[in-house]
C-alpha cells in the first residue's frame, strides 16, 4: 500500500535516451545485457539510507530544511514511518539494493542495551520488507562518529570503555547485516584519525585499529557470514587526518595487521577527490592490490574542497570508473552505492527520486562506454604493446630475479644497451576513449 509521500507515483520505467518524461529511465535499462550480464546485475545500485532519509538538510550555518513525516526522528513510531517510505522509494525507483548504518534506523536509547533492542526490532521489519519485495542489503555498518562519546574516535579512542562501546556496536551491526543476508560489512574510519598530533599516539591508535579490525575479522568467521568485510577510505573530514587515508595506506594497513586476505574496500568517488586522487586511481589501485570490493557512486564539487556527496553527472569519470572494474572482473559482492544526498534546497519528495533517477542513468551511460572501450579492444591491445618487451626472455629473467644488479650492469655494458624513447601517446589515447564516452 502506498504511503502518499511520492504523491502515488508509479515505479521508474526505462523509456529510452528519446524519452522527455522526467520521470523514466533514458539510459538503465535493467535487463539490457551488456558483455553477457544484464545492467542490473553489473550495477548492483543501493540507495543510501543515511543521506535520503536520515539526513535533515542542515549544514555548519543552518539547521534542517527538509520537511518529512518521520521527524522528529527520535522514537520508534517515526522509525517504522521512515521504513514504510524508504522501501516503498527502493521499489519505485527498481533499486534492488539499500545500505545503513545503525543510528540512521532506529532512535538512541537511554544505554547500549536499549539501542540495541530497538535496533532488532527495526532489523525484524526490514527483514519482512525484504521478504515482500525481494530487495536486498547492500551492506550494513555502525555509525561511530557522530554521538559525543565517539568525538575522540571508536577504535582508536585513548578511553578504552569508547573502544568496548565500539566493538559492541559493531558486534550487534554485523549480527543485523549478518540476519538481513547482507552481502559485505562497511567501516568507514569516521573519526579514526586525529584533530592534532600534539595529543596523540600514533603507535598506541594504530595498535588499536587493528585489534579491532581483527576482531571484526574474526568474529565474522565465528558466525558465518559469507559476504565481504570493506574498509572505506577518506582522507579527511571530519578528523583533520583520517588514518585511512586511501587506497595504497589501506593496504599498507591490512599488511601490517595481516588482513590483506580478508578485507577489501569500499571506494568513494567523492574521497577519492579529497586525497588528492582521481576515482579510478584508486580503483586502479585496489584492484592491482586484489582488494577492490565495492564503489560509494558519489561526487564531490571541484571548487569547494568539501564532501558535498552529490549524485553523479559526469560520464567519462564513471566510464573510466567501470573500465577498471569491468576489467576486474565486475562488481562481485560489492555494488554501486549512492552515498549521495541532494543539496539543501531539494526540498520535496521528488527530488528524492530525480537523485537517483540522474544517477543511475550516468551510470548506465558509463557502464556501458566501459564495455564499449573494453569490447573495441583498441585500447587495451595499445597498453599491452607498451609493455610488450617485458614477454622477451631475458626481460623476464630480470623480472624474476634471476639477475642481480652487477650482472645487469654487466650486461649493459658488453651489449651496448642505448634506450631509444618511445612516444607515451597520450593525447592519442585520451582521443580514442573520447570516442566512446
Ligand atoms: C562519509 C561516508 C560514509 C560511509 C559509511 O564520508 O562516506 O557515509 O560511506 O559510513
Ligand atoms: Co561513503
Redesign the pocket.
Known amino acids: 500500500m502506498s504511503t502518499g509521500f511520492f504523491n502515488d507515483i508509479g515505479t521508474i520505467k526505462y523509456e529510452g535516451p528519446g524519452s522527455d518524461n522526467p520521470l523514466a529511465f533514458r539510459h538503465y535499462n535493467p535487463d539490457e545485457v551488456i558483455m553477457g550480464k544484464r545492467m542490473e546485475d553489473h550495477l548492483r545500485f543501493a540507495v543510501?539510507y543515511?543521506h535520503s532519509f536520515a539526513w535533515e538538510g542542515g549544514d555548519p550555518f543552518g539547521g534542517r530544511t527538509f520537511n518529512r513525516p518521520w521527524y522528529p526522528q527520535d522514537n520508534m513510531g517515526k522509525s517504522k514511518i521512515k521504513a514504510d517510505i524508504a522501501f516503498e522509494m527502493f521499489q519505485i525507483l527498481g533499486a534492488p539494493y539499500y545500505c545503513f548504518?545503525d543510528a540512521d534506523i532506529r532512535p538512541e536509547g537511554d544505554n547500549f542495551a536499549q539501542s540495541r533492542r530497538n535496533l532488532e526490532e527495526i532489523i525484524d521489519i526490514f527483514a519482512h520488507k525484504q521478504e515482500e519485495t525481494g530487495i536486498r542489503l547492500l551492506w550494513g555498518?555502525a555509525?561511530l562518529f557522530s554521538h559525543k562519546r565517539f568525538m575522540s574516535g571508536a577504535s582508536t579512542n585513548p578511553d578504552p570503555d569508547v573502544f568496548a562501546y565500539s566493538a559492541a556496536t559493531i558486534k550487534s551491526c554485523m549480527d543485523a547485516t549478518h540476519k538481513l543476508g547482507g552481502e559485505n560489512y562497511?567501516l568507514?574510519g569516521?573519526r579514526e584519525g586525529y584533530e592534532t598530533l600534539l595529543n596523540t599516539n600514533l603507535a598506541q591508535e594504530d595498535a588499536q585499529m587493528g585489534r579491532m579490525l581483527n576482531m571484526v575479522v574474526e568474529y565474522k568467521h565465528k558466525i558465518g557470514f559469507k559476504g565481504s568485510i570493506l574498509v572505506?577510505p577518506?582522507p579527511q573530514?571530519p578528523s583533520k587526518h583520517q588514518y585511512d587515508y586511501d587506497a595504497a595506506t589501506c593496504y599498507g594497513f591490512l599488511k601490517r595487521h595481516g588482513l590483506e586476505k580478508e578485507v577489501k574496500l569500499?571506494l568513494?568517488q567523492?574521497?577519492a577527490i579529497l586525497a588528492g586522487h582521481s576515482f579510478e586511481h584508486e580503483i586502479a589501485t585496489a584492484a592491482s592490490l586484489g582488494i577492490l570490493g565495492s564503489i560509494?557512486m558519489n561526487r564531490n564539487d571541484y571548487q569547494s574542497g568539501w564532501?558535498t556527496?552529490q549524485f553523479p553527472n559526469n560520464v567519462p569519470e564513471v566510464a573510466l570508473a567501470y573500465y577498471h572494474i569491468l576489467k576486474d572482473g565486475g562488481l562481485k559482492t560489492g555494488g554501486t552505492n549512492f552515498?549521495a544526498k541532494l543539496r539543501r534546497q531539494s526540498i520535496d519528495a521528488e527530488d528524492l527520486l530525480h537523485g537517483h533517477i540522474g544517477g543511475m542513468d550516468i551510470c548506465a551511460r558509463g557502464l556501458k562506454a566501459a564495455a564499449a572501450i573494453i569490447e573495441d579492444g583498441t585500447y587495451d591491445q595499445i597498453v599491452a604493446e607498451r609493455y610488450s618487451n617485458w614477454n622477451g626472455e631475458e626481460a623476464q629473467k630480470m623480472l624474476q630475479g634471476e639477475y642481480s644488479l652487477d650482472d645487469i650492469a654487466s650486461y649493459v655494458e658488453q651489449a651496448d644497451v642505448n634506450p631509444e624513447p618511445k612516444s607515451g601517446r597520450q593525447e592519442y589515447l585520451e582521443n580514442l576513449i573520447n570516442r566512446f564516452v
Open positions: 543510501a543515511w548504518h555498518t555509525n562497511v568507514w569516521g572505506e577518506k573530514e569500499n568513494e567523492g574521497h560509494d564532501d556527496d552515498d
